[in-house]
């Protein structure tokens, strides 16, 4: 991921003038894959290692996640000139930079933290690996939690791309307004992360993403149904929407890894299968519906998927209480 990005960040340097587009691809894609082993490995890592307390420290870790995607909009927006779209490459930079750092960081702890880990003894996980990694999708559960992600994550990713154009060019915002709208979301995801240990041990996982999430869903599709002339109320809205989703990826990766919880870090996967899903597909779609509807109508649509995420995760309940029944005789 650091590689990639620094290499992003210096390619105006040597290839000024709109060159090098491809090896932009190359290189975006070598963080893509360093940033989706990190996410994968940090979901599997925290489950296996923590089993009793991951309800408390899983949001903790994805705290770190919602508090980038906070500082984000404004670190670009700070950083760049939209006259001169050389400068888009210096956050690029900046966050290679630091990823290398922290990974020099890591090289030199990982080796005193391993042992203390389930990681200790890596023959007996090398031969578990061998085995298939794909076995959980024999399991419909599987399948149905890999749909909810995929909708819920269309709803995160095409608002994280497509929000602040939605609210410059719909709603006549500026540019640095139009991008703390994504702040203001984020900042209520934080929120929520630091938050939410308390809510999973007054109910159920699926049960507070069931409630959270069609809140969530209706609290956006107020936001983009209110005129820019009530722009504080503008704000409440994306930002209690921001909240009420904020430990969603942190609910799913557990309900993934409860119901297989001899393949933590395949069942965690399925969270990032679906991430790079939506990231792939969502912001083409959108920007296409965009393109003959304007931003209204895919806005509303990223909202239905977030209700629709919802109706798939009862589902998927409903299958696995089934299933257990049927285990236990009852």
């Known amino acids: 991921m650091a590689a990639g990005s620094i290499l992003t960040g210096i390619l105006p340097a040597f290839l000024p003038y709109n060159g090098g587009y491809i090896l932009l691809l190359v290189f975006v894609l070598a963080s893509g894959i360093g940033y ?115 909708l819920y994550f269309s709803f995160m990713y095409g608002l994280s791309v497509w929000m602040p154009a939605f609210f410059r060019q ?6 640095q307004l139009s991008g703390i709208m994504s702040t203001v979301f984020f900042l209520g995801a934080l929120l929520m992360r630091f938050a939410s240990p308390l809510f999973f041990k007054r109910m159920s996982i699926e049960r507070f993403y069931a409630v959270s999430g069609i809140l969530s869903a209706l609290c956006m599709s107020a936001a983009f149904t209110v005129g820019p002339s009530m722009a504080p109320l503008i704000f409440f809205l994306v930002f209690a929407g921001g909240f009420l989703q904020g430990a969603h990826t942190v609910a799913l990766v557990m309900i993934s890894c409860s119901e297989f919880p001899g393949r933590t870090a395949s069942a965690s996967a399925i969270t990032v299968l679906a991430f790079n899903l939506a990231a792939m597909v969502t912001p083409l779609v959108i920007g296409f519906l965009a393109e003959r509807t304007g931003f209204l109508f895919p806005m509303y649509i990223l909202a239905l998927c977030m209700a629709g995420s919802v109706l798939v995760i009862l589902a998927e309940r409903r299958i696995s209480a089934a299933q257990s029944s049927r285990r236990t005789g009852v």
């Not at 719909?170 to 540019?175: D, F, I, N, T």
């Open 170 to 175: 719909e709603r006549g915002l500026s540019h």
């Open 36 to 150: 989706t082993g990190i996410d994968v490995m940090m979901n599997g890592v925290i489950t296996e290692t923590y089993p009793e307390n991951k309800s408390t420290i899983l949001p903790v870790a994805h705290a770190f996640y919602s508090t980038g995607a906070m500082i984000a909009p404004v670190f670009v927006a700070l950083a760049t000139d939209e006259a001169i779209p050389e400068t888009f490459s210096v956050p690029f930079l900046l966050v290679g930079a630091m990823s290398a750092v922290v990974c020099a960081a890591y090289l030199v702890t990982g080796r005193r933290i391993i042992p203390s880990t389930p990681y200790a003894d890596m023959g007996t996980l090398r031969a578990r690996a061998a085995e298939n990694p794909a076995e959980v999708f024999r399991d419909l559960k599987a399948w149905l939690i890999l749909g909810a992600c995929l």
